[in-house]
Structure formats: structure tokens, C-alpha cells
């Protein structure tokens, strides 16, 4: 299968963000002509109480600040805000989307997986064991329930904000920081518009 891409997630922290790059270029020289992705993967890493993230966490606002340098040096794939595409949103609060786990066990949230107090129904089953946690996901946890987010002025261009994060804050005494606006990250906006302004040969199509 020559045409498949195998994509490498290196997993980062604040111990070891400095190291994303030379581990690519080891791995790129390492396996030369081959087809691969190697990205960098943010860990969510959480206090002993599991309400807001540990300071060996990148929070955030240094995760949207990583990912602004490394695509505008080509290191890694994606665009510099904004830019036209599609969001998909959030399979937590998608209808028909669902992980499944190895014992055919559903989530609604990847972040859910392996807590057996999460599993809201099962491939064999027709119905839900967990209906109170899959309607907070489908419709509670959404982003215009929150007033902060209605009342923004950049929303619905940053999709809303992480409906796991949501629930924990709801209804584990989390303590959460929900926005993820890139355009809210500290000059972030004027960056991404000046690299615009000056990037050669763009061509903009709006439908």
C-alpha cells in the first residue's frame, strides 16, 4: 500500500516542547521518502483533584502559539488563521458519532475512554445505559448555552470551546479555562493578519 500515510504524534509538555522539532528531523531523515505526518500532540495533563490543568501542561493559549510558529515556518501542515475551511466541530456533540471501545463499549468524548463511569451504551445494546451523560454532551455542553460565548463577538468562527471541559466544570468541580479562541491568544490576530498581508501570491476564493 504505497499511497498510505502513517501519520506520528509526539507527545509535548512544557518539559519538553523545545524537543518537537529535532525529533521530526531525526524521524524524516530517518525513514527519507516516506510518506508521514509527525505532529506535535498536546497532553492534558490534570491536577491530583483532576479540576484544571497542572502547570507540566501546556495551557491552551502557548498551544495555539506553538502551532502558529510551526506552520508558519512549514514545519508542520495547516494554515495560518484565518483561513477558509470546514469545521467539523466536536464529535461529543455530533448526532452520529461515537467511540467505541474494545469490549463494544460507547463514548461520546475520546477523553471518556477506559472510565467504565462514562460508557453510555453499548454496539450490542439497542438502547442507552447513560442517557443523563449523552444528552450534557449532545446538547448541554453546547457552546450557546454559555453566556461568555454568546456574548463574544468572535463567535461561531472559533466553533465554541471543548465540551468535555464544559462538563467537568459543570458537574465535577472543575475549574476549566473554556475559551480557545486563537483570535483572543495575546497578538496572535495581528500576527496571523500581517503574515497575510505580506505572504506573496495569495489567492483568497470566497463562495
Known amino acids: 500500500m504505497p499511497n498510505t500515510q502513517v501519520s506520528i504524534r509526539v507527545n509535548i509538555d512544557n518539559m519538553n516542547i523545545n524537543n518537537f522539532v529535532p525529533i ?9 521518502g516516506k510518506n508521514l505526518y509527525i505532529y506535535p500532540g498536546i497532553l492534558r495533563m490534570e491536577n491530583q483533584n483532576g479540576t484544571e490543568l497542572s502547570h507540566a501542561a501546556i495551557s491552551q493559549w502557548e498551544a495555539q502559539k506553538l502551532f502558529y510558529e ?5 514545519i508542520i501542515e495547516g494554515g495560518i488563521y484565518p483561513e477558509l475551511k470546514c ?3 466536536c464529535v461529543a ?3 452520529n458519532v461515537y467511540i467505541i471501545g474494545p469490549k463494544g463499549e460507547i463514548y461520546k468524548c475520546w477523553n471518556d475512554v477506559s472510565d ?5 451504551g453499548y454496539i450490542q445494546d439497542a438502547n442507552l445505559t447513560n442517557s ?3 444528552f ?3 446538547l448541554g455542553s453546547k457552546f450557546y448555552y454559555n453566556q461568555e460565548c454568546r456574548e463574544c463577538f468572535l463567535l461561531p468562527v472559533c466553533s465554541g470551546y471543548c465540551p468535555w471541559f464544559r462538563l467537568k466544570n459543570q458537574y465535577e468541580n472543575g475549574k476549566f479555562i473554556l ?7 495575546p497578538n496572535m490576530l495581528e500576527k496571523c493578519l500581517e503574515d497575510w498581508y505580506y505572504k506573496p501570491n495569495i489567492n483568497l476564493q470566497i463562495q
Open 24 to 32: 521530526q528531523k531525526e524521524l524524516i531523515k530517518k525513514w527519507s
Open 70 to 74: 510551526l506552520r508558519k515556518n512549514d
Open 87 to 89: 469545521n467539523e466541530g
Open 93 to 95: 456533540t455530533m448526532n
Open 116 to 120: 467504565n463511569s462514562k460508557i453510555v
Open 132 to 134: 443523563s451523560l449523552f
Open 136 to 138: 450534557r454532551y449532545l
Open 179 to 185: 475559551c480557545q479562541c486563537v483570535q483572543k491568544v
